[in-house]
């Protein structure tokens, strides 16, 4: 007893905290864990951390050079002396090549954070979309748990009546099969729930993927009128993609605007102090001194000749400015194809009502009760069964449908008030 009362305690604990470990998941929870803890993005955002301390970076004025030389001129052997020299080099920009290093990166940095917004445009739509697609899966599972469960009662009955003689044995295998048929696919259903949920984990961050949290809520639609001219505009306004399009043409003209600046000569000023020490030979002695010049370095810039830099430029501004008008007809098409998807899947909903619900369950019901009383064969019964299970399917699928396209006409027109 003094050991099976141990093991018998560490069960239950075990079982409690497999209990207390489960929680019911929210779509609100989940998309806002999505928004905080998504690994992935909080990857990306160190993009924009990067590009701002990058646009302080070309804030920097060029450092200037420190020169330090000695030299001996045969000090021991001639006794000419020796000097010593200190001075100061430095590069003063002209062009304005400093301003344009600046606003170059700070283009960039509004094109980093431009393009970290579009991540997570597209994220949250993918996120809307795991979690609704989750839901059906959760429907299907209950939809083929009830048919087992169903189809499970019948062949035991059916094995039952066998045995009494009151009906044929193919007819008890018959069913018996179908309820094993039934019970396949409801463990396909439940694997791909526990996937479905995975993925969800993944998308909030979760470190423990596998969890046998459950899922809040029904896969319902409440079907919203859209107008398409409003849609467009609300894209084309909206939309960080374009957005990012129009920062990458700025930054082209930025890059331009820093060749050309690149191209003025830059001026090398220079100053200094020497120390020469006494010359005591006798051929030709000099007393100590000291000396202060300055000088101006001039480049020769021969290389502005080759302006192959400038029309290099240019013609990145040009690509820029077509990628751009790219970004904006593909928004226009993405917005209209999403727009008629959406249609579409509303009318197809449009088709299922409570009543064929109710209707299909009826009939099964009506067939199972008439069955069990041999006034139809079984396969009516079946036939009854799989076109209520194929119904209820049809169903929760041209709701997904309907959600789903939905999420991706709010992804296309740049708007997001799915709650």
């Given at each position: 007893?003094?050991t099976?009362?141990p093991?018998?305690?560490?069960?239950?604990?075990?079982?409690?905290?497999?209990?207390?470990?489960?929680?019911?998941?929210?779509?609100?929870?989940?998309?806002?864990?999505v928004?905080?803890?998504?690994?992935?993005?909080?990857?990306?955002?160190?993009?924009?951390?990067?590009?701002?301390?990058?646009?302080?970076?070309?804030?920097?004025?060029p450092?200037p050079?420190?020169?330090?030389?000695?030299?001996?001129?045969?000090?021991?052997?001639?006794?000419?002396?020796?000097?010593?020299?200190?001075?100061?080099e430095?590069?003063?920009?002209?062009?304005g090549?400093?301003?344009?290093?600046?606003r170059?990166?700070?283009?960039?940095?509004?094109?980093?954070?431009?393009?970290?917004?579009?991540?997570?445009?597209?994220?949250?739509?993918?996120?809307?979309?795991?979690?609704?697609?989750?839901?059906?899966?959760?429907?299907?599972?209950?939809i083929k748990?009830?048919?087992?469960?169903?189809?499970?009662?019948?062949?035991?009955?059916?094995?039952?009546?066998?045995?009494?003689?009151a009906?044929?044995?193919?007819?008890?295998?018959?069913?018996?099969?179908?309820?094993?048929?039934?019970?396949?696919d409801?463990?396909?259903?439940?694997?791909?729930?526990?996937?479905?949920?995975?993925?969800?984990?993944?998308?909030?961050?979760?470190?423990q993927?596998?969890?046998?949290?459950?899922?809040?809520?029904?896969?319902?639609?409440?079907?919203?009128?859209?107008?398409?001219p409003?849609?467009?505009?609300?894209?084309?306004?909206?939309?960080?993609?374009?957005?990012?399009?129009l920062k990458?043409?700025?930054?082209?003209?930025?890059?331009?605007?820093?060749?050309?600046?690149?191209?003025?000569?830059?001026?090398?000023?220079?100053?200094?102090?020497s120390?020469?020490?006494?010359?005591?030979?006798?051929i030709?002695?000099?007393p100590?001194?000291?000396?202060?010049?300055?000088?101006?370095?001039?480049?020769?810039?021969?290389?502005?000749?080759?302006?192959?830099?400038?029309?290099?430029g240019?013609?990145?501004?040009?690509?820029?400015?077509?990628?751009?008008?790219?970004?904006?007809?593909?928004?226009?098409?993405e917005?209209?194809?999403?727009?008629?998807?959406?249609?579409a899947?509303?009318?197809?909903a449009?088709?299922?009502?409570?009543a064929?619900?109710?209707?299909?369950?009826?009939?099964?019901?009506?067939?199972?009760?008439?069955?069990?009383r041999?006034?139809?064969?079984?396969l009516?019964?079946l036939?009854?069964?799989?076109?209520?299970?194929?119904?209820r399917?049809?169903?929760?699928?041209?709701?997904?449908?309907?959600?789903?396209?939905?999420?991706?006409?709010?992804?296309?027109?740049?708007?997001w008030?799915?709650?």
């Open positions: 007893m003094k099976i009362i093991l018998t305690a560490l069960l239950l604990l075990s079982a409690t905290a497999t209990v207390l470990s489960a929680q019911t998941m929210t779509y609100a929870s989940f998309m806002q864990n928004k905080e803890k998504n690994i992935q993005y909080f990857a990306e955002k160190y993009n924009t951390d990067i590009a701002k301390a990058t646009a302080e970076a070309a804030k920097v004025f450092d050079d420190l020169v330090l030389s000695a030299a001996d001129n045969q000090e021991r052997s001639l006794q000419m002396g020796y000097n010593f020299d200190a001075g100061l430095y590069t003063l920009e002209l062009g090549k400093r301003k344009a290093r600046i170059l990166a700070q283009s960039e940095a509004e094109l980093t954070a431009a393009l970290v917004q579009d991540y997570f445009r597209n994220l949250q739509a993918d996120a809307a979309s795991a979690w609704f697609t989750a839901l059906y899966q959760k429907e299907l599972v209950e748990q009830s048919s087992c469960a169903q189809m499970s009662a019948l062949a035991r009955a059916d094995s039952l009546r066998f045995t009494l003689g009906i044929m044995e193919i007819d008890a295998l018959q069913s018996k099969l179908e309820a094993g048929s039934l019970l396949n409801l463990i396909q259903s439940e694997a791909d729930l526990q996937n479905a949920v995975i993925q969800l984990h993944l998308l909030q961050g979760s470190e993927l596998q969890s046998t949290d459950s899922l809040a809520g029904k896969l319902t639609f409440t079907k919203r009128t859209f107008l398409l409003d849609l467009m505009e609300t894209a084309l306004n909206n939309r960080a993609d374009l957005q990012a399009a990458s043409t700025e930054v082209s003209r930025r890059n331009l605007q820093l060749s050309k600046a690149n191209r003025a000569i830059d001026l090398g000023l220079s100053a200094g102090i120390y020469n020490a006494e010359v005591r030979n006798e030709a002695p000099a100590m001194f000291r000396s202060i010049g300055a000088g101006i370095s001039v480049p020769l810039k021969f290389s502005n000749a080759n302006k192959s830099e400038i029309r290099a240019k013609l990145a501004v040009a690509q820029s400015e077509a990628a751009c008008q790219a970004a904006e007809q593909q928004i226009r098409a917005v209209l194809q999403a727009f008629n998807q959406y249609t899947a509303c009318r197809q449009e088709q299922f009502d409570t064929r619900l109710t209707d299909a369950e009826t009939v099964f019901r009506a067939k199972r009760y008439s069955y069990e041999g006034e139809t064969s079984l009516e019964v036939a009854a069964r799989r076109t209520c299970n194929d119904i399917e049809s169903h929760s699928q041209a709701i997904l449908n309907c959600l789903t396209a939905l999420v991706e006409l709010e992804r296309a027109s740049g708007v008030d799915i709650e």
